[in-house]
């Protein structure tokens, strides 16, 4: 396969006052896809403005024609699958099925506890993705769905008349352990990773490298049990949570290096975020630009 770039915009601008503008330029600079995270805060951008992911997406699917959308990632947090599917589903409709999910446990940021429950377990949130996954997949390839679960449920769902897309819109399963990696291997179409965020600190570009390879090779052996080729599951890594920061956006070359080193290990995608002044993601405009239309070339 060959390597895709693909952003994430974060929902962080007023769609009239340049929110629309960066999906267009999205579309316009030849991104596979467009991401956004679906949080309702994040970091340090909690206290600025923040907007829903799912609106958001439906706005863009209305602006662009082309560009692929999706979320990175999506997690139990704050979403149930009954009236996450039936959100899909529309959403997957009205961007004439341009629509992928990234979907993960989540962590124990703001998201954890806005609803007034405390914080989970690493543990506790693997329980409830194992969960979620499965049965979000049924609502969304059935047309009447009816489970119980330890933690959640559905009584007569109805989703007619399904996706777009068929079977379903494409999961693309953010994991790192086994029980994650399991539930990428049976559901997913993608798989997500940001590295090793033990390395973000103190590790090397070296040594980041040997965790994905080292993740990679436990995708393709949960793959493996599950009776699928790993081959067949494209690869998302999302950068910027690697030792190397954003020094692989700070020329041309710089990022024709970093991805072609990451497209060796088996990556089919890479996921850059889009400038933001003043932020984690502040990045020279341009240069961003000049990455994104000249470095596929060089890469092919």
Same mark, same amino acid.
């Given at each position: 396969?060959?390597?895709?770039?693909?952003?994430?915009?974060?929902?962080?601008?007023?769609?009239?006052?340049?929110?629309?503008?960066?999906?267009?330029?999205?579309?316009?600079?030849?991104?596979?896809?467009?991401?956004?995270?679906?949080?309702?805060?994040?970091?340090?951008?909690?206290?600025?403005?923040?907007?829903?992911?799912?609106?958001?997406?439906?706005?863009?699917?209305?602006?662009?024609?082309?560009?692929?959308?999706?979320?990175?990632?999506?997690?139990?947090?704050?979403?149930?699958?009954?009236?996450?599917?039936?959100?899909?589903?529309?959403?997957?409709?009205?961007?004439?099925?341009?629509?992928?999910?990234?979907?993960?446990?989540?962590?124990?940021?703001?998201?954890?506890?806005?609803?007034?429950?405390?914080?989970?377990?690493?543990?506790?949130?693997?329980?409830?993705?194992?969960?979620?996954?499965?049965?979000?997949?049924?609502?969304?390839?059935?047309?009447?769905?009816?489970?119980?679960?330890?933690?959640?449920?559905?009584?007569?769902?109805?989703?007619?008349?399904?996706?777009?897309?068929?079977?379903?819109?494409?999961?693309?399963?953010?994991?790192?352990?086994?029980?994650?990696?399991?539930?990428?291997?049976?559901?997913?179409?993608?798989?997500?990773?940001?590295?090793?965020?033990?390395?973000?600190?103190?590790?090397?570009?070296?040594?980041?490298?040997?965790?994905?390879? +080292?993740?990679? *090779?436990?995708?393709? =052996?949960?793959?493996?049990? !599950? $009776? %699928?080729? /790993?081959?067949?599951?494209?690869?998302? &890594?999302?950068?910027?949570?690697?030792?190397?920061?954003? +020094?692989?956006? *700070?020329?041309?070359? =710089?990022?024709?290096?970093? !991805? $072609? %080193?990451? /497209?060796?290990?088996?990556?089919?995608? &890479?996921?850059?975020?889009?400038?933001?002044?003043?932020?984690?993601?502040?990045?020279?405009?341009?240069?961003?630009?000049?990455?994104?239309?000249?470095?596929?070339?060089?890469?092919?």
């Amino acid at each position: 396969m060959s390597l895709r770039l693909s952003t994430v915009i974060l929902p962080v601008h007023r769609w009239s006052e340049g929110g629309r503008d960066r999906w267009q330029r999205a579309e316009e600079l030849g991104f596979h896809t467009a991401y956004t995270y679906d949080h309702l805060s994040w970091r340090t951008f909690r206290d600025g403005p923040w907007f829903g992911a799912l609106p958001t997406l439906t706005a863009a699917a209305t602006a662009t024609a082309r560009l692929r959308l999706g979320t990175l990632v999506t997690s139990p947090n704050f979403r149930h699958p009954v009236t996450l599917a039936k959100e899909l589903i529309s959403l997957d409709d009205i961007s004439g099925g341009r629509i992928t999910l990234g979907i993960g446990a989540g962590g124990n940021g703001f998201d954890a506890t806005a609803l007034g429950q405390e914080a989970w377990t690493p543990r506790e949130r693997a329980d409830r993705l194992a969960e979620f996954v499965p049965l979000l997949d049924r609502l969304l390839t059935e047309d009447a769905v009816t489970q119980r679960g330890a933690h959640y449920s559905a009584d007569e769902a109805r989703n007619i008349p399904g996706c777009v897309q068929r079977p379903r819109l494409p999961f693309a399963v953010a994991a790192t352990g086994p029980r994650g990696l399991k539930l990428a291997a049976r559901y997913g179409q993608a798989w997500v990773t940001t590295g090793d965020p033990k390395l973000y600190e103190d590790g090397t570009p070296e040594q980041s490298r040997a965790a994905l390879r +080292a993740q990679s *090779e436990k995708l393709a =052996a949960a793959c493996a049990e !599950a $009776g %699928r080729d /790993a081959t067949g599951l494209d690869r998302i &890594l999302l950068t910027g949570f690697t030792p190397d920061r954003n +020094a692989p956006l *700070e020329c041309v070359d =710089a990022f024709v290096d970093f !991805a $072609g %080193r990451h /497209a060796e290990l088996g990556f089919t995608e &890479l996921v850059l975020h889009a400038p933001i002044p003043d932020s984690v993601f502040d990045v020279d405009p341009e240069v961003f630009e000049r990455i994104v239309t000249e470095a596929p070339a060089q890469l092919a």
